[in-house]
């Protein structure tokens, strides 16, 4: 079946730091990738996606790459804020209405 | 910007009492989901409902569990006799009544708590 795995946290990074979190898949055929975040206390957000190979999501200067010879979707931000402080969930989907398979989250602390 | 919304936020319940968890799903979005997340696990898929029935379900969703949509808005999930096992976060979703690769959106999750 269809999984997803995301490097262990917490990860704890300086304000103005550069983020990677790496995420790699297993599924067949061609799913769309995810990148949800989940703030302390609230639900989960869709910080971005990709829908085919190459495709590059984007939003609040988070960076994702869809990889198929790696299928990797790794989440890189240039320079983080102590507002970014949250959990990243990757996740993939096989499109339309199917269930959202999820990684296991990896926890980011940015400190002042 | 639309949101799904989940009431209650939390719900403390006694072992072996049934309880409701609902749900407003985006207004034109026409499937609907839940999902639960153990504290320190990973978010899990329950279930997705498309045209009044169950599209899928995982193996979590047993008996104990039922959907409906009783109205034109709400959109609920029923635990009939609750266990420790079921405390966590219930997460109801929603997506746009297409095949193509629309994301889902998600509540802000109903905190569970059984006794």
């Known amino acids: 079946g269809d999984s997803v795995t995301q490097m262990e946290g917490p990860v704890t990074l300086s304000e103005e730091a550069f983020l990677t979190i790496n995420c790699t898949y297993t599924a067949t055929g061609y799913p769309s990738l995810f990148w949800y975040v989940q703030y302390p206390g609230e639900g989960l957000q869709l910080l971005l996606k990709a829908t085919k190979a190459d495709d590059k999501g984007s939003n609040k200067g988070f960076e994702a790459t869809y990889r198929k010879e790696t299928t990797s979707f790794h989440l890189e931000k240039g320079s983080v804020q102590v507002s970014d402080s949250a959990v990243y969930f990757c996740?993939?989907?096989?499109?339309?209405?199917?269930?959202?398979?999820f990684g296991t989250g990896t926890k980011l602390q940015v400190i002042p | 910007e639309p949101e799904v919304t989940q009431t209650p936020s939390h719900q403390v319940t006694q072992m072996g009492q049934e309880v409701i968890l609902r749900c407003v799903p985006i207004s034109n979005h026409l499937y609907f989901y839940w999902y639960r997340q153990i504290l320190g696990q990973k978010v899990e898929f329950l279930v997705s409902?498309?045209?009044?029935?169950?599209?899928?379900k995982s193996e979590i969703f047993d008996d104990q569990f039922s959907v409906e949509r009783p109205d034109g808005s709400n959109f609920t999930l029923k635990i009939r006799s609750t266990k420790l096992e079921d405390s966590a976060m219930y997460f109801c979703?929603?997506?746009?009544?297409?095949?193509?690769?629309?994301?889902?959106?998600f509540g802000d999750g109903t905190r569970l708590s059984i006794l």
């Open positions: 996740a993939l989907n096989r499109g339309g209405y199917q269930k959202v398979t």
């Open positions: 979703a929603s997506s746009l009544p297409t095949n193509s690769n629309q994301p889902q959106h």
């Open positions: 409902f498309y045209n009044n029935e169950i599209s899928e």
